[in-house]
């Protein structure tokens, strides 16, 4: 039997790509993947003193060089999954009261759990933590007299670090409560220092006593875990929380001040950049749409907790919180055994690109 006949050898990649930095090739690759024109593209090269002709003819070769081709392909099975999401969402933007966060009481179990945990809808439950001895109790000067000789950590220097909250184990602080409110109460309006979740003092038998303060819980949860899934929030007004998504639906009352939340829908990820882990580089509050331009085409929701009230935060909901007063609030994640709340994310780890 005649063997078939061997393929033809690959081509050697052209001079062009090979007399192209390591780093200027990817780049190359990464702006044509984009669509960059490659006239902005040449520009960009020769202010960055590369040789105009080489330049020229890696922008032009890098279109038919395997791996670029292979980029392409996956590209188009990306493009394809960023067209689902994008119809998907188009449905849900037709709903007349998509825009509007709805704030609702006496909301039953069965509903809650159709209408936005399976539904996929943020909503302010008004009537849960009513009658929470926390709304009558907690106070700044409340936490010194009871918890101010404990130790936490709290986020300190957030204003000198841009990533603040991905590198917020760095800039980790240890100090009693006592001297933390003292620094809320005379520091004013500013986001440099913040006690959130990643303390997690709630694990701690010494503050149990603020659980105790904790009364009825939304419908969907088990009072029984709350100890296992609760958080406190403690900072200045001014304090902020970059837009990111968390990887589990959770519930957060507002118990002192008032804090701002700015949603973005899942289904509208492909428009946010994010890429590294569940953050987003965009800043709802001051977008940039020359760097950012797929942003404009985002629906922004907005919404502020009152004292009282409790949002549902649900799977994947993009959100970007803005203390405007002082601020003491209590997140949870203590859902019931039949409302499934353990999922995974394929997170990129590309950073600045």
Sequence with gaps: MPLPPLKPPPRPRPAALLDLPADWLGWVADNRLWHCSPASMLDTMEKSGLDPATSMAAIEQIEQDP????ARRHQQLLRKLESVVGNLQQ???????YGVIEKRRGVSRDEFIGRYVRGCRPVVLTDVAEDWPALRRWSPADLRERFGHLDVDVQVG????????????QLRQRMTVAEFVD???SGGATNDHYLTANDEMLRRPEFLPLLQDIGRMPPIC???LLHTAASFWFGPAGTRTPLHHDTLMLFHTQVVGRKRWRFVSPLQTPLLYNRMGVYSPIDLDAPDYARYPLLRDAQVLDVVLEPGDTLFLPLGWWHQV????LSMSFSY???AADVPNEFSYQNPSIGNW
């Excluded at 791996?67 to 292979?70: I, P």
């Excluded at 449905?91 to 009261?97: I, M, R």
């Excluded at 957030?158 to 184990?169: M, P, V, Y």
């Design 91 to 97: 449905l849900w933007q037709g709903d007349p009261g």
């Design 222 to 224: 088990d009072p029984a």
């Design 322 to 325: 803005s203390s405007l007063a």
């Design 333 to 335: 994640t203590n859902l």
């Design 67 to 70: 791996v670029f081709l292979a």
């Design 158 to 169: 957030r204003n000198g670090d841009a990533l603040f909250e991905q590198n917020k184990t």
């Design 183 to 185: 620094l809320v109460v």
